[in-house]
């Protein structure tokens, strides 16, 4: 069973740039199809970005698309978004997700992944 932990979250401007990653252990990550959600207080949460397990494809909600970039880095067994123009509004607690690759379905439902790390705060301050 593949266990994830996010890391790279933080106190940030209007405008900055961060980069999240999410390690995985007790499984090759390119074995598995990864999202990354989000989750603002109060609100509930909400697809962000996720690479396919095969061929990586990507897929970006909206609301972010063309401010964030989802990528792998199988030499580390980690998945990483990397946000720009960060806006107020992208503050939340940001998770992985991981679902075995051979299986398919719908990369931005959250209930289609299987694994979940624990969370990483994100805030942006205007």
């Known amino acids: 069973q593949v266990q994830l932990v996010e890391s790279g979250g933080g106190l940030v401007q209007a405008g900055d740039s961060l980069g999240l990653s999410c390690a995985a252990s007790?499984?090759?990550?390119?074995?598995?199809?990864v999202g990354w959600f989000r989750q603002a207080q109060g609100k509930e949460r909400e697809f962000v970005a996720a690479?396919?397990?095969?061929?990586?494809?990507?897929y970006y909600a909206d609301s972010i698309k063309g401010r964030f970039t989802i990528s792998r880095d199988n030499a580390k067994n980690t998945v990483h978004v990397h946000m720009n123009s960060l806006k107020p509004e992208d503050t939340a607690v940001y998770y992985c997700?991981?679902?075995?690759?051979?299986?398919?379905?719908?990369?931005?439902?959250?209930?289609?992944?299987?694994?979940w790390g624990q969370g990483t705060q994100v805030t942006v301050s205007s």
């Open positions: 997700a991981a679902k075995p690759s051979f299986y398919s379905g719908n990369y931005y439902k959250s209930d289609f992944y299987d694994y």
């Open positions: 007790g499984g090759t990550l390119s074995n598995y199809a």
């Open positions: 690479i396919s397990g095969r061929g990586g494809t990507l």
